[in-house]
Structure formats: C-alpha cells, structure tokens
C-alpha cells in the first residue's frame, strides 16, 4: 500500500523492475533518487540463489555507486521524460541550454554532466532528461563531430599507418587519432567509448 500511495505523490506510474529486467541503460529508482544502470553482472551465490551486481549513476548529482540486489529483490523503474534541446554556453560550472519547443533556458552542473561536457559544443543538439517535470541530466549523440585544435605533425607520407598520436580536440579532451590527422579537421567521435572514428 505504501508503495502506490508514494506512486500517487509523485504522479508517477510505477513500474516494478526483478534483477532481471535491470539492464545496462535502464533508469531505476534507488533511495528515491532516479538513477541510470551502467554495468550490470548477473551471478549465483549456492543457496542464496542469483545475485545482480550494478554500478549506478546517479542522475540528480551525478555521483556513481556499486549496488548488489538480491534475486528477490524489485526496484521502480524511473518514469523519465525526454525532450530536445541545445546547448548555449558554459558559465562557471553550469552548462546552459535551450528547449528546442518552448526555448526556455535552463543549466546542468559539470558534477551532473561528467563525460558528457567533453563533447559539447555550443550549438550541439542533445536529449534532456526530465524527473517529475524538472530537467536533470541529458543524453548525447552515439556520434559527434568535432574540430581538432592541436595535433602534433605525422610522418611524411604516413597517410596508412596503423600507428597513432594523441589530439586535442575544441572541447579540450584529448584521443588518439590516426598519424594523418591534422589541426582543423573535423573528427567523428565515438562518444560511449571516448574513441575517434573517422574523419567528418
């Protein structure tokens, strides 16, 4: 009964989620804070039947936490809402953005966005994440294009080499690229694995 009647405060459905439906990239609530599922590893523990192990984003503070639950155990799965919007500018340690629908403006905390701010790029469209109607984190594309501001020389004639060197890119993170690349292209980024792609 508690469980519905905390449903009904928030005005939210609930959705009751077994270990085995927690999956990588799934959204859960944990300790009433809504949180995004980013490792999952299922085990059998003898006797005390099937336990999941996870790690946890936090999407309100960004914070991550490991959490074994029980084969018996069920969590709420998040009602998480998305909508699209694009990124401004960064002032201090906020990021601002614009909703693409209403343009209202709106900021996130670098602790909140992590990883995500080596990818963004004033203009950059992005899907917002929103938790009871409030915007709390966002989602980036799979594949970003960004420029190359530095980039030490390759060998002359190298344009093939399986070799590599490290660039550093208009948001200041830096990868390993190809020898060929130089400062001005623009790379495609693999931005789940932090990893160059190709040329755009």
């Known amino acids: 009964m508690k469980h519905f009647l905390f449903c ?6 609930c959705f009751m989620l077994t270990i085995s ?19 999952t590893e299922h085990s059998k523990m003898g006797r005390a039947g099937a336990v999941l192990r996870t ?32 990124y ?15 343009y209202d403006q709106f900021t996130l905390p670098v602790d909140v966005l992590g990883e995500a701010t080596n990818y963004l790029v004033e203009g950059t469209d992005v899907t917002i994440l929103n938790f009871n109607g ?3 984190n966002l989602e980036i594309p799979i594949k970003v294009k960004l420029k190359v501001v530095e980039a030490p020389p390759g060998i002359k004639g190298d344009s093939v080499s399986s070799g590599g060197k490290v660039v550093t890119l208009e948001t200041g993170m830096k990868i390993n690229a190809p ?17 160059y792609v190709s040329r755009g």
């Not at 439906?21 to 980013?38: A, S």
């Not at 020898?179 to 980024?189: A, N, Q, R, S």
């Open 134 to 136: 409030n915007p709390v």
């Open 55 to 86: 790690k946890l984003k936090n999407l309100l503070n960004g914070s991550v936490l490991e959490r074994t639950f029980q084969g018996a155990e069920k969590v709420d799965e998040a009602d998480m809402t998305s909508s699209k919007a694009q």
């Open 88 to 102: 401004l500018y960064q002032e201090g340690n906020n990021f601002c953005f614009m909703d693409s629908e209403n």
């Open 8 to 13: 009904f405060m928030l005005h939210v459905p």
């Open 21 to 39: 439906d927690i999956k990588i990239g799934k959204n859960i609530i944990f300790n009433g804070d809504p949180y995004k599922v980013l490792y």
């Open 179 to 195: 020898l060929f690349v130089k400062e001005g292209d623009i790379l495609i980024i693999n931005t789940e694995r932090g990893e």
